[in-house]
């Protein structure tokens, strides 16, 4: 590198892009380690407005421009997650670290590729969401190594609703470039669905306490083929309604939905069911995994109280890991194996048979982990 200060490229203008990137990213508590070196969007003036609202270095409507930029250094994938493969091996051939917004891929064979591919170019890949990054999260593997709750039994996870959510975000309602984003992409193949969307949080976090699973079977369906989007109707063609059983070996079973609408667990927190005591809803009995604090590293000032706090985490983590070569937990191996998950378990729906996960990563460590609460 030039010098110590990371250039940033972000990909896409969009919901993540506005919130998690430009937002945290053009605060003055981060300018000595990044620099918001320039930004990209297809659509004619986005790039440019944020440029101007956020201080960015330069803006372009192509994605080439961006990676013919001298000044970035690395590049955080805003964009929809269809495009996330193409754009990284885009990125990594022209020598840029990567950031990924969840998720990385939609298949494990474009995952597989894209980590050999950054391994052979010396590119370094942060993928989100780094759940693990969570000092509760921490804990609760802490809990699970120490022999806390005896046998794993069983364990629930899962998200839903999202759908709504995503078709009523503030930067979404507006008539500018900046606030009348479309999200009918969230609703299509090859990214769309709660289970690339969200589940792959609830995912996250129970492999990163547990451990990698052995093998996925489930259904899955597509529940509302058309939406609406500021009074207009569009099709959908993405599964919306996908429910997954994991098996982790030694018949510890866990069940992962990514719904329509209803809810059996608190957040993408899992519940985890041991012979002896359980974790729910993040309490281990009256223990609370969440206090006295439960802050990323980097959730400092304002990051702290602003949305979408743990992408620019995961950010930072690259940022750290380009500077310091400090390496990050939030790593594109424990990606690749919830990707696998997701996956195989359209595979599995499809075709009514049960598929074996192949993918492994490297869990935390017992000494690495955060102390439990006094």
């Known amino acids: ?3 110590s200060v990371v250039g940033m490229g972000v990909v896409g203008a969009g919901s993540i892009g506005i919130r ?17 070196a320039a930004v990209c969007d297809p659509v004619p003036g986005r790039a440019s407005a944020a440029k101007e609202q956020y201080g960015v270095g330069a803006a372009y409507e192509t994605y080439k421009e961006l990676l013919n930029d001298e000044n970035v250094d690395a590049v955080t994938l805003c964009s929809p997650i269809g495009l996330h493969y193409q754009q990284a091996l885009q990125a990594i051939e022209a020598g840029k670290h990567v950031h990924f917004n969840k998720t990385m891929t939609t298949t494990l064979s474009e995952a597989d590729e894209v980590i050999a591919k950054a391994k052979e170019k010396n590119v370094k890949l942060v993928a989100s969401p780094g759940m693990m990054l969570y000092p509760a999260n921490q804990r609760a593997r802490r809990l699970m190594l120490e022999g806390a709750l005896g046998q794993l039994a069983w364990a629930l996870t899962g998200a839903s609703g999202v759908g709504t959510y995503h078709l009523h975000e503030g930067v979404r309602s507006g008539n500018d470039v900046l606030s009348n984003i479309n999200p009918t992409w969230y609703f299509r193949r090859p990214g769309g669905g709660p289970q690339y969307d969200v589940t792959v949080y609830c995912l996250h976090i129970l492999t990163g306490i547990v451990g990698p699973a052995k093998r996925v079977t489930g259904m899955s369906g597509l529940l509302l083929p058309e939406r609406e989007f500021r009074g207009e109707k569009f099709t959908c063609d993405m599964d919306d309604n996908t429910f997954l059983m994991l098996d982790f070996g030694d018949s510890f079973f866990a069940y992962a939905y990514g719904a329509v609408i209803g809810r059996a667990t608190n957040g993408f927190q899992p519940n985890i069911y041991g012979t002896d005591n ?20 980097h959730h400092v000032g304002e990051h702290a109280n602003m949305g979408e706090r ?22 594109a191996e424990h990606a690749r194996h919830i990707i696998e998950i997701i ?4 595979q599995a729906a ?15 460590p017992l000494e690495a982990l955060a102390e439990l609460p006094a």
């Open 278 to 297: 359980s974790i729910v809803d993040m309490k281990f009995n009256d223990l609370d995994l969440t206090e006295p604090s439960n802050l990323m590293p």
């Open 310 to 331: 743990h992408v620019f985490e995961d950010m930072m983590q690259l940022v750290d890991w380009i500077r310091e070569d400090k390496p990050t937990i939030a790593s």
């Open 350 to 364: 499809r075709t009514g048979r049960t598929q074996e996960l192949v993918t492994t990563f490297e869990t935390i």
């Open 1 to 3: 590198m030039r010098e």
């Open 20 to 36: 998690a990137a430009l937002m945290h990213l053009s605060l003055s508590d981060v300018q000595d380690r990044v620099r918001l």
């Open 343 to 346: 996956d195989k378990g359209y």
